[in-house]
Structure formats: C-alpha cells, structure tokens
C-alpha cells in the first residue's frame, strides 16, 4: 500500500532525472558526434595524433555521441560508473586546448555529480518518505482506535 503511494513521487523525481539526462545527451551530441572524425584520430596535449578508434572501429565520437539515442546510452553509461572515465571522458579532456579539457572535465564531472549523487538521492529519499509516513499514519490510527475502545 505504501509502495503504490510512493510511485507519484518517485516518477516525478525519475522524470527529472531523464530530462536532466536529455539535456546533457543533446549538449553531447553537439560537442563531440564529430570527435575522431573519419579515421578515428585526435591530437593529444603534445600534438601527438592518437587513435581512439573504439573496439568496433568506429571514430569515437560517432560510436558514443553520434545520435540522440547512442548519446543518452553513453550518459547513462556515466551514471551507472559503468568505466565511464576511462572510455567516455578521458578522450575528450586530453586535447591540445586546455579550455576544452576544462570544460570537458566539468560536463562530466556536473553531469555525475547531478544525477548520480542528487537526483538518485532524491528519488530513494521521495521513495523513502512515502513508505515512512505510511508507517506514521498506520501508527496514528492505532493509537487513535486504542484510546476509543479503552474509553467508557
């Protein structure tokens, strides 16, 4: 009973999350579906071209961010911690400009922080205070059914 009360909530508190999901992928989409271009190499910090051909051999940025659909499979990727620093950001903040290496490093690390730490937390903490205060109403009836039945 609980539970089914807790799903108003916890689906406002989901929506939230994909939207915020929606805007990263779209902002990622435009940012890096070209990264690697056709042959799959970027410069590094030392002006090295390096491959980053991903195992399928596909260019980077068109294996992970080169649609809507691929990009928010890729950001969900981030919020899972499924080895997303290594294969999703690393590449795209070890470029010769800094400023796009800042700006990278901080696309990511506020994606994470905003859905993997508060939004998460929300929604177990809205999941969390519907069961709760179930638990308090039932509590309140009882005590309020016991003091009728002790009264003369």
Known sequence: KSLAQAVP????AFIILVLVMCIYGILAVEFWSTYGGSTGEVPNER???VDITTPEGLPFGYEYFGNFPKSMFTMFQVLT???WSESVARPTIHTPDALVNIASGIFFASFFIICAVILINVVVAVLLEKMV???DTLGLEELVQAQANSEP
């Open 9 to 12: 909530g916890v689906l406002n």
């Open 81 to 83: 911690g499924d080895s």
């Open 133 to 135: 205060d179930e638990e």
């Open 47 to 49: 002006g090295e071209l």
